[in-house]
């Protein structure tokens, strides 16, 4: 809003005689007070909401971690991500709804990593390559240096390959279109004492266990690719938590497994399996880890009421 001195300003007189000799201005006192003129008002500069840091509390431990994630750091190594090994743009359009995306959801996302200390964000793309491509492209392609070269072909399960018709059969719970995608960094999370304690929560647990739905709504769900949300309780020290998030699919597993090694030259679950709660095999959920020895990425398909105790889930919560 702008604003105007009274055309009939006066100065401030000390008594009621001064008073009543008040004159009109005169036009050169007009304009050496600036009557009539407007006041610009000063705009704030906008509050930027691209880096978020907050702090997430182990209920395992209760020891602080404070978290950062920097969209626009995001934004440009995700991007060089995609155009690396790809071929893929996340042109400036694309990026502004992601910003776009990323600042609606800011509080809740803020809210999500301090419940559950998630420490890293995928950008999913509308148009990224069927799960075929991207193990081509992003799994196959990982080279892990002298002396030993490119990775082996990924094994594929008898259940995944024939029964689930192999990458092409994959059934995801979402349609396409750009995600932000929160997840954890933990490279195992069997046998890792230091993972994400809702990581470790996950292990030994089917698919009901998981989402505490009867036998019957899983198979349902399978069925007819829905959402099979992650919804159980478990206790830390005591208090009992109900944890509710999503899993991972296979892309954003490949996605997420290419990532991870171009950072620290390791891979994902080269102790223990995970599932991949939100991609579907015929009736079964796909699983995967990696075999170290056969230095090559798993891809399985279990039955909901497999369970073991190298097998967990990663959480994820997504937005869109």
């Known amino acids: ?82 155009k690396n090994n790809l071929n893929l743009d996340i042109n400036e359009i694309n990026e502004s709804a992601v910003r776009e995306i990323w600042n609606r959801n800011y509080a809740e996302i803020q809210k999500e990593i301090e419940t559950y200390g998630y420490d890293s964000i995928l950008i999913i793309p509308n148009d990224l390559p069927e799960e ?40 995801n719970t979402y349609s396409p279109k750009y995600r932000l995608v929160l997840t954890h960094s933990d490279q195992n999370i069997y046998k890792n004492t230091a993972a994400n304690p809702f990581l470790k929560a996950t292990l030994g647990k089917n698919i009901m266990g998981l989402t505490g739905l009867a036998p019957k709504e899983v198979q349902k769900r399978i069925d007819n690719g829905q959402e099979l949300p992650v919804n159980f309780e478990t206790e830390f020290k005591g208090q009992k938590i109900q944890i509710q998030a999503e899993g991972l699919s296979l892309e954003e597993y490949q996605v997420l497994q290419r990532m991870y090694f171009e950072k620290n030259k390791k891979h994902l679950d080269e102790s223990g399996w995970s599932w991949l709660s939100k991609s579907f095999s015929g009736s079964r959920v796909v699983d995967s880890g990696w075999y170290p020895v056969g230095r090559q990425l798993a891809v399985l398909a279990y039955d909901p009421g497999d369970a073991a105790g190298y097998l967990g889930l990663r959480l994820s919560r997504s937005f869109s």
């Open 132 to 171: 075929e491509i991207l193990n081509r492209d992003l799994v196959e392609t990982m080279d892990e240096g002298a002396g030993k070269g490119k990775v082996a072909a990924t094994y594929q399960g008898d259940n995944f390959k024939n029964d689930g018709k192999s990458f092409a059969g994959v059934k």
């Open 1 to 82: 809003m702008s604003f105007e001195k009274p055309e009939n300003f006066q100065p401030y007189t000390l008594s009621p005689e001064d008073a009543k000799a008040m004159r009109p201005l005169t036009e050169e006192e007009r304009k050496e007070l600036g009557v009539g003129e407007k006041i610009e008002k000063k705009s704030r500069p906008e509050m930027s909401v691209s880096r978020l840091s907050t702090v997430f509390q182990n209920p395992e431990n209760l020891q602080e971690q404070t978290i950062e994630i920097n969209l626009e750091e995001i934004l440009k190594e995700q991007g060089q991500f995609y």
